[in-house]
């Protein structure tokens, strides 16, 4: 069993950069699947970023972040990073890790499919 925080949150201007962290403790680290999700309040929780593990080693990005964001993963530190840059007024969300032992790549952008989660860190972007 893993479990997993969240930090680097904050409030950054349009245009600015953050960096999240998430650190997992527990469990064998680089067999889980680490993603990325964000909500914002009232809407669904929708799927940003994603590094396989398990020898798959692979990022995968939702559209509208390609380009601006940047999934990386230290497996001798247990964490898994989300460099997010050129921030836009459609990014402030609550930013959720969530981690998966062997999924399958066509569940990858689906938070059902995770069995842990972080408790969330918030992002505000101001115009």
């Known amino acids: 069993q893993v479990q997993l925080h969240e930090s680097g949150g904050g409030s950054v201007q349009a245009g600015g950069s953050l960096r999240l962290s998430c650190a997992a403790s527990g469990g064998s680290f680089r067999r889980y699947t680490i993603a990325w999700f964000r909500q914002v309040p009232g809407e669904e929780r929708e799927f940003v970023a994603a590094y396989r593990g398990s020898g798959g080693n692979t990022a995968h990005y939702q559209d509208p972040v390609k380009g601006r964001f940047t999934i990386s993963r230290d497996n001798t530190q247990n964490m898994v990073n989300l460099q997010m840059s050129s921030l836009k007024p459609e990014d402030p969300a609550v930013y959720f890790c969530?981690?998966?032992?062997?999924?399958?790549?066509?569940?990858?952008?689906?938070?059902?499919?995770?069995?842990?989660w972080g408790p969330g860190t918030p992002v505000t972007v101001s115009s």
């Open positions: 969530a981690a998966v032992m062997g999924i399958i790549l066509s569940s990858l952008r689906t938070g059902a499919a995770y069995g842990y």
